[in-house]
């Protein structure tokens, strides 16, 4: 059995369409707490409580207090790490096409990716609840809390929150993406929250191969990931893409 570093990059090099699924992991090397487990955020926090659609409708500042102003300034100061800079190498040498992330921290883009989709949408920007007009989260007043838009109404984060659902659109086209793909490569997430957990289910069974790194197993490894690379994503980011160059080479020579 050869290395499951040969193996994924074996994988991709002869895929003809490969997305990314990602999730909080790729971010923890750039300095941004995961959900769930050791050190996770709602390990302090009950996501019920302060980042459910009905907790900030009944107490936005609340929310803003015990969740948004931390993120924001811990967000603030992220930048990408080698997780997402290999990502984007992966689009460059026309491995990778897509990036479907679940993170709000617009971190892909900045590394350079150029199809991505913010399937948990972005905290960069905030809406207004009444008129929708977009602002960006970097002008917003914070002085008071809740934030209100020029119109009077309430501003809020434009993401995902627990009781929402995901933006159709993207949903359909992320669906499609996955069950049309060769490979997908799942980077850093838990998958355990739906309907993003599923999109490697409907690749794995559209005949699409699942290529998973983290360095914890997750509820893909033992039935769908074809292969696991148990590692933190900046390392093993690096390595995928230098064996990715390497295996190209052979495969070009052929
Ligand atoms: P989780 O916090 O559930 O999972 C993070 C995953 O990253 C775990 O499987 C870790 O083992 C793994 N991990 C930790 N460090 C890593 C590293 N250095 N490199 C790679 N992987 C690492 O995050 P998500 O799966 O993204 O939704 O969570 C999904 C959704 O649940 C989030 O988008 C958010 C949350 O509630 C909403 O807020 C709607």
């Not at 993401?159 to 993207?170: A, H, Y």
């Not at 069950?179 to 998958?191: E, K, N, Q, W």
Request: glycine share 8%; proline share 6%.
């Amino acid at each position: 059995m050869s290395d499951p570093i040969q193996q994924a990059a074996g994988l991709l090099v002869q895929s003809r369409r490969t997305i990314a699924l990602t999730g909080a992991g790729i971010s923890v090397e750039s300095g941004i707490p995961p959900f769930r487990g050791k050190g996770g955020l709602w390990e302090k926090i009950d996501p019920m409580k302060y980042a459910h659609i009905d907790a900030y409708e009944r107490d936005p500042a609340e929310v803003w207090r015990v969740l948004f102003l931390g993120l924001k300034d811990t967000l603030a100061m992220a930048q990408p790490n080698h997780g997402h800079h290999g990502l984007y190498q992966l689009e460059i040498l026309g491995v990778l096409s897509t990036v479907i992330t679940q993170n709000i921290d617009g971190l892909h883009q900045q590394a350079g990716s150029r199809d991505v989709i913010e399937f948990h949408g972005t905290f960069a920007k905030q809406r207004c609840m009444t008129c929708r007009q977009p602002i960006p989260t970097s002008q917003v007043d914070l002085s008071v809390l809740p934030p209100r838009c020029t119109c009077g109404g309430l501003l809020r984060p434009d993401v995902v929150m627990f009781g929402e659902p995901i933006d159709m659109s993207l949903l359909q086209r992320s669906q499609m993406l996955a069950s049309s793909c060769d490979v997908i490569l799942v980077v850093g997430t838990s998958a355990t929250v739906e309907p993003a957990a599923y999109l490697p289910i409907i690749a794995k069974r559209s005949g699409a191969a699942v290529v998973e790194i983290n360095p914890e197993k997750t509820p893909l490894t033992r039935h769908t990931s074809d292969v696991t690379l148990l590692g933190e994503a900046g390392t093993t980011m690096r390595q995928l893409v230098a064996a990715i160059k390497k295996e190209r080479l052979r495969y070009d020579s052929r």
